[in-house]
């Protein structure tokens, strides 16, 4: 109890009409008004962003990201179109390139066997001319296909039976 007499009346009478009061000034103040007063530059320069990054925990935080929602929402079309892909090439060291991968061995097989496939295409062109042109010469000088040798005497056997071409001068 209050040590005078009727005080705890005289309080709480206090008490409603700072209640009433601070609800008059609330009301008759415009925020939108206050706020354009504010100067935030200043008020953000005096908020000490290292005490407020150490209170973040760091841990809660990446646990309640949801990569997934982050991943659909970015616009890969975007990010591609913003890379600047001729100053990437810039960056890149050929010569140190060409040393790591041994790429200058592996240009030397691949060009020494293309090569050699166009020599075997040539090659078989060439004997499938020379078949052509040999078909031609026995039709010409009307030889019996039956009587010409398949191949090379030293890599064709000669044919047996009556079929043989005649035994030439021994």
Known sequence: ?????GSGRAEQLA???AERVVSIVMDAIDIDALIDRVDVDKLVSRVDVDAVVSRVDVEKLIERVDVEKIIERVDVEQVIDRVDIKAMI????????????????IIAHSTSGVASEILDVI????????????????RILRRDPSL??????????????????PAGPT
């Open 90 to 105: 810039e960056r890149i060291d050929i010569d140190a390139l060409v040393e790591q991968t041994e790429i200058g061995t």
């Open 1 to 5: 109890m209050s040590p005078m007499p």
């Open 123 to 138: 090659r078989a062109q060439a004997v499938g001319l020379d078949d052509f042109v040999a078909r031609w010469v026995a």
């Open 15 to 17: 008490q409603v009409v």
């Open 148 to 165: 010409v040798p398949l191949g090379p005497p030293t890599l064709v056997a000669p044919p047996e039976g009556p079929a043989a071409l």
